[in-house]
Nanobody, 121 residues
């Protein structure tokens, strides 16, 4: 069974950090572009970041630039999203997704179930 499982979410104070993980099972993640998306209550899902198959290219939403870092461990079949300087507006459910020919906005075939990130004092 091909699936993605996110972990690492939680409650953090403004200015804090979290590292999200996206672990793949049932398929080899190195052959896929991987993206992180988020959806806040009452808002549309938005792209946060994505990383190419070889990690040679990364892309970030303006809201994530300078604060978030995406990386991948192909040997470990996992992609990470390091989030620093978190703000209350970063509160959302974060999803990872994978697609063999995905771009920053489309082409994702597999989606995880999401992990909640809450930034609050």
């Amino acid at each position: 069974q091909m699936q993605l499982v996110e972990s690492g979410g939680g409650l953090v104070q403004p200015g804090g950090s979290l590292r999200l993980s996206c672990a793949a099972s049932g398929f080899t993640l190195r052959y896929y572009t991987v993206g992180w998306f988020r959806q806040a209550p009452g808002k549309q899902r938005e792209g946060v970041s994505c990383i190419s198959k070889t990690a040679g290219m990364t892309n970030y939403a303006d809201s994530a630039k300078g604060r978030f870092t995406i990386s991948r461990d192909n040997a470990g079949n996992t992609v990470y999203l390091q989030m620093n300087s978190l703000r209350p507006e970063d509160t959302a459910v974060y999803y990872c997704a994978a697609g063999p020919w995905a771009t920053s906005t489309s082409g994702y075939n597999y989606w995880g179930q999401g992990t909640q990130v809450t930034v609050s004092s």
